[in-house]
């Protein structure tokens, strides 16, 4: 009999990998205080912009055995393949991006996945926006709908709080990386924008705050020529989320526990993807599942 594996939380991570686990025939649950359809500041899958955009440095091996821009880019092949031949079914869609940057670094100006996404190029100096250094502009995916027990120091939440607004005219990603700020548009298929954001670590405050709500206006309107075009769009609601995040970047690893019966029981930790979980969910739940498998094998030779 397959054996059984048990996934805690069901966000974009934990979900994606529960599908991995069970393409490899093993028998899966998933256990989670929110479930898809859940709107609550602890659940932060139904909040997040979900559009394909990374946050993988060059040097893509930080402190972990694993590579974060690998992740984002079997996540990246992934979406654009479901985008094109499942669209409707997989809840994505193809979209143009640009993104701007205040600093000029190795990432911003020989970013690593240059090659990986389609119609790369950079923004003409030009037509940057105030305060912006470089900008790229290329085609991604974006998910055109909503789809305990450890006593970790490193995990923390961060904030973030977002305006959804009715803007149909809006048709491409816009994104806004600064020292201080991220600032965001990102369409949805159903007409609604996501304009965001905020990034505030340890704040826990679960009602939007009008104080954010005029700066993410302010800021988005900036950088997007059509929404300043819209006199008063309809403002559908105001979203608070927490990214679950964590010092030194996710933490990906098997554990062994001992029974009171003497036995071991197999616990892999895959946590703590703070913003990037949607453009990192496909890659990071093959690696997770593989390294169950090994740690189930090992386990058996003990």
């Not at 709080?161 to 949805?188: C, G, M, N, S, W």
């Not at 690696?287 to 090992?298: D, K, P, S």
Request: proline content about 6%.
């Amino acid at each position: 009999m397959a054996k059984h594996i048990v996934v805690v939380g069901a966000g974009v991570v934990g979900i994606s990998t529960a599908l991995e686990l069970l393409k490899k025939g093993y028998r899966v649950t998933i256990l989670a205080k929110w479930l898809p359809g859940d709107m609550h500041i602890e659940y932060t899958s139904p909040w997040a912009g979900a559009h394909w955009r990374t946050m993988a440095p060059n040097s893509n091996k930080l402190l972990q055995a694993f590579s974060l821009s690998e992740f984002d880019a079997v996540t990246y092949r992934k979406f654009m393949e479901l985008a094109k031949t499942h669209p409707k079914e997989a809840g994505l869609m193809i979209i143009p991006s640009t993104d701007y940057y205040d600093e000029l670094t190795p990432e911003t100006t020989e970013p690593w996945f240059r090659e990986l996404v389609g119609d790369f190029k950079f923004v003409p100096r030009e037509k940057l926006p105030a305060g912006a250094q470089v900008g790229h502009q290329y085609t991604t995916g974006l998910g055109a709908r909503y789809l305990g027990g450890v006593n970790d120091t490193k995990v923390y939440p961060t904030r973030g709080q977002t305006l959804i607004v009715y803007a149909p005219q809006i048709k491409e990603t816009i994104t806004f990386l600064a020292k201080d700020h991220i600032t965001y548009v990102i369409p949805r298929s159903d007409g609604t924008v996501v304009l965001g954001g905020t990034a505030n670590k340890n704040d826990y405050n679960p009602n939007p705050e009008e104080e954010t709500i005029r700066s993410i206006w302010e800021r988005t309107r900036s950088i997007c020529s059509t929404l300043r075009s819209i006199a008063q769009p309809e403002i559908v609601r105001s979203g608070v989320g927490l990214r679950p995040s964590r010092i030194d970047g996710p933490r990906i690893e098997n554990e062994y526990f001992s029974k009171a019966d003497g036995s071991r029981i197999l616990v892999t930790h895959a946590y703590g993807h703070g913003g990037f979980g949607y453009q990192s969910s496909v890659g990071a739940a093959q690696y997770t599942a593989n390294l169950v498998e090994r740690g189930l094998t090992l386990q058996a030779k003990l």
